[in-house]
């Protein structure tokens, strides 16, 4: 397997199902050179404040540049971390995030539940580092124009992906070549 090289280190931060084998931010993982994640929380996993911390706690490992790969719950906790820490962070890619005004499917955890768990009231304030959000235009835990408010907020740019779901296994997403592209593009 050929390695990705980057500058900066590169910090997955996955969202509440943690590390999925076939998950493109786990296939990721496996190709970077310099790169650390977010570990699974052994409990409370729900606990927005626990999840902020364990990406505080990885990030106080690093030196040197970052840049913050997050898909789905795992971007709300970094809205969440940029809006307690101040870090200098080089960039962030942030993929499908879910919508807490959202009706979601069942196998989800329901927004109310994580509302509970101190998700709510979501950071929406510009982010302190440079940023690209990818949106689904079909993804069933938020509608684009959530997605776009959410970026908007951010200051991200926003990066229409078309139909690709949720942008995980589910929707037929192992690898993901464009998210090596846009780690460039952040790590420049």
Same mark, same amino acid.
């Given at each position: ?8 280190t590169?910090?997955?931060v ?16 496996a190709?970077?050179?310099k ?28 030196e040197g540049?970052?840049v913050?790969?997050a898909?789905?719950?795992?971007? /709300?906790?970094?809205?969440?971390? @940029? $809006?307690?820490?101040?870090r200098?962070?080089?960039? +962030?890619l942030?993929? *499908? &995030?879910?919508? /807490?005004?959202?009706?979601?499917? @069942? $196998?989800y955890p ?5 509302? +509970?768990?101190?998700? *709510? &009231? ?5 982010l ?8 689904s235009?079909d993804d069933h835990?938020?509608?684009?124009q ?13 990066l ?6 949720h942008?995980n296994p ?14 460039h593009?952040?790590?420049q």
């Open positions: 397997m050929e390695r990705l090289h980057t500058a900066a590169i910090l997955i996955p969202g509440l199902r943690d590390h999925v084998a076939e998950h493109w931010q786990t296939l990721l993982q190709r970077l050179n790169v650390r994640a977010v570990p699974p929380l052994q409990v409370n996993g729900l606990d927005c404040n626990a999840r902020v911390e364990a990406i505080q706690g990885e990030l106080e490992q690093i540049d970052v913050l790969v898909h789905s719950a795992g971007v /709300l906790m970094v809205a969440h971390w @940029a $809006a307690r820490y101040n200098p962070i080089k960039g +962030a942030l993929a *499908a &995030p879910p919508d /807490l005004q959202a009706q979601w499917p @069942a $196998a329901s927004p109310d539940t994580l509302r +509970a768990n101190g998700w *709510a &009231p979501l950071p929406i304030k510009a302190p580092f440079p940023s690209i959000v990818a949106a235009s835990l938020a509608s684009l959530a997605v776009a408010a959410m970026a908007e907020g951010w200051g991200s740019e926003l229409s992906l078309g139909n690709v779901g942008l589910a929707s037929g997403f192992g690898p993901w070549p464009l998210a090596e592209t846009l780690i593009q952040l790590d």
